[in-house]
């Protein structure tokens, strides 16, 4: 069904109980429903089974409006909504998902459903840890636990190799940690721009993480540069002055980890990059 008739559809159940009622509803869920019917056919595995629960949720919405979360920001809240009708049915809390073409729909289907629609909330819907947590009616000890689960499915399917370019050992340490926590190897810490293209070369990683700033005054930016002549590979660059990338004046990098380095985004992102097999190409990197 399309987004259109949705919401006709719903404005026609509303208004047989009241006109205000289905004009206000109307206008907060109807903006939300191209991303809400994106995510339904992610969770469900196809676009008419999505639909079906999408409908689902405003009939549920209608008969009882308490449904509709009136204590978080109005897309939070059509989220709820649809979570609570979808994992209201204990099929759905069934392994199994969608039977996708692409290689990152193939992945999806072999995360568990719980940690598969935490992830899809973060990484594709593009909410914050705490409007997740929100959206699936779990506290936030929860959803941690449910993203960490889901790194490490992610990490089962798409094990590999990361090259960490960083020249703070302690930092260099908790990364090589997190990495290998996720079920990948560690290919090794370089600290100069120089050390890591000779790294990188040699062993070819499937991941790198670049800090900007190296310990002989080089960059990491030119590092990443350098090894995307020879191949391409994922990046996630890493830095403390996010504001020298993130100007808007320029195309920047997809994956991006700010210091003080947080545990929970490092996992989420390395997760995010290897799923959706996004390799960087030389111009990025010279955007970057």
């Not at 109005?74 to 709820?80: D, L, Q, S």
């Not at 790294?199 to 350098?226: E, F, Y």
């Not at 993130?246 to 985004?265: C, N, S, V, W, Y």
């Not at 990059?273 to 955007?287: I, R, Y």
Request: proline share 6%; net charge negative; glycine share 6%.
């Amino acid at each position: 069904m399309k987004p259109r008739l949705l919401v006709t559809f719903l404005y026609g159940r509303a208004v047989q109980r009241t006109e205000t009622f289905a004009m206000t509803i109307s206008a907060i869920i109807a903006p939300q429903l191209p991303y809400l019917r994106r995510y339904a056919r992610a969770v469900s595995g196809s676009q008419a089974s999505g639909d079906a629960y999408v409908v689902a949720m405003l009939e549920a919405i209608i008969e009882d409006p308490s449904l509709f979360a009136g204590n978080c920001d109005a897309r939070t809240a059509v989220y709820k909504a649809f979570s609570r009708i979808w994992n209201a049915m204990p099929l759905n809390k069934a392994p199994g998902g969608p039977k996708g073409a692409s290689a990152a729909e193939r992945r999806l289907e072999e995360i568990t459903p719980m940690p598969r629609q935490a992830f899809l909330l973060t990484a594709v819907e593009g909410f914050s840890p705490e409007q997740a947590a929100e959206a699936l009616g779990v506290s936030a000890p929860v959803f941690s636990k449910l993203i960490d689960d889901a790194g490490h499915e992610i990490g089962i399917q798409t094990s590999t190799s990361v090259l960490v370019i960083e020249d703070e050992p302690i930092i260099a340490m908790d990364l090589e940690r997190l990495v290998t926590e996720l079920g990948h190897t560690v290919a090794g810490n370089a600290r100069t721009r120089e050390e890591a293209v000779q790294m990188a070369r040699r062993t070819r990683p499937g991941l790198v993480l670049a800090d900007i700033k190296l310990a002989d005054g080089s960059s990491g930016l030119d590092a990443v540069q350098d090894i995307l002549k020879s191949f391409e590979v994922p990046v996630i660059f890493i830095t403390a002055y996010p504001e020298s990338l993130l100007t808007g004046e320029r195309p920047e990098p997809a994956f991006l980890i700010i210091k003080p380095i947080e545990e929970d985004m490092v996992r989420a992102i390395i997760s995010q990059a290897l799923f959706f097999d996004a390799k960087a190409s030389k111009g990025a990197a010279t955007a970057a």
